[in-house]
């Protein structure tokens, strides 16, 4: 599986908008790019996915470059329940999910 | 039900003895996965079923450990003669499709004394 490289962390404001930005230089045409997030103490929850144009669903938006080298999830407005981990995943043929480290979101009250 | 539910959430046992654990996907999921979290670890890729054959048992860490499938159902995770090694949350997955979005249960804590 292609690599993806993510912040290790990121701190936000509740209420506020929130980034989070990912690298995967090494993306293939077929690789979708999903993201899933892990609770304390949770099992991972999907959020969204996407292949090339941008996506909105109701737990986020995916805006994914042009030249589909990198993409960012955008949680319009952070709650403290959106404090977690997050996994950035490109998935091509392979039914497995590999977890890198992901980013470690803390939101600030 | 609505989502993956696991049981036990919680499984305390002494080392050397056997362990099930058991899974019940989504209903219609056809593909069914899973995986193990060591405590402060990411995710470890240990099986998937598809239907009730499993293609890929690549990630199952040792023949002590084995699962198995009924129809497009529940699945169970056996551990045979557990280490301590084995202590982690076991968790559970399932898909429409092999490249759909899974959906993960809560996870069995599995500690092995």
């Known amino acids: 599986d292609a690599k993806t490289t993510q912040p290790n962390s990121m701190e936000s404001n509740e209420e506020e908008p929130v980034h989070l930005p990912c690298n995967h230089s090494t993306i293939s045409g077929t690789d979708y790019i999903h993201w899933y997030r892990q609770l304390p103490s949770q099992g991972p929850e999907y959020v969204i996915h996407?292949?090339?144009s941008n996506v909105n669903n109701r737990m986020a938006s995916l805006a994914i470059a042009e030249d589909r080298k990198s993409s960012t999830l955008i949680l319009h407005r952070a709650t403290l329940r959106d404090a977690a981990v997050y996994y950035c995943?490109?998935?091509?043929?392979?039914?497995?999910?590999?977890f890198g480290k992901g980013t470690l979101l803390t939101v600030n009250p | 039900g609505a989502g993956v539910s696991q049981s036990p959430s919680n499984k305390v046992t002494e080392k050397g003895k056997d362990v099930e654990l058991r899974c019940d996907p989504i209903?219609?999921?056809?593909?069914l996965y899973w995986y193990r979290q060591r405590l402060g670890q990411g995710l470890e890729f240990l099986i998937y079923?598809?239907?009730?054959?499993?293609?890929?048992k690549s990630g199952l860490p040792s023949d002590r450990f084995s699962a198995e499938r009924t129809g497009e159902s529940v699945s169970t995770l056996t551990i045979q003669r557990t280490q301590q090694e084995d202590s982690a949350v076991y968790l559970c997955?399932?898909?429409?499709?092999?490249?759909?979005?899974?959906?993960f249960g809560p996870g069995t804590r599995l500690t092995v004394l």
């Open positions: 995943i490109l998935r091509g043929s392979n039914y497995k999910l590999t």
């Open positions: 079923f598809q239907g009730n054959s499993a293609p890929d």
């Open positions: 996407g292949l090339t």
């Open positions: 209903s219609g999921h056809t593909a």
């Open positions: 997955a399932s898909s429409f499709l092999t490249s759909s979005a899974q959906f």
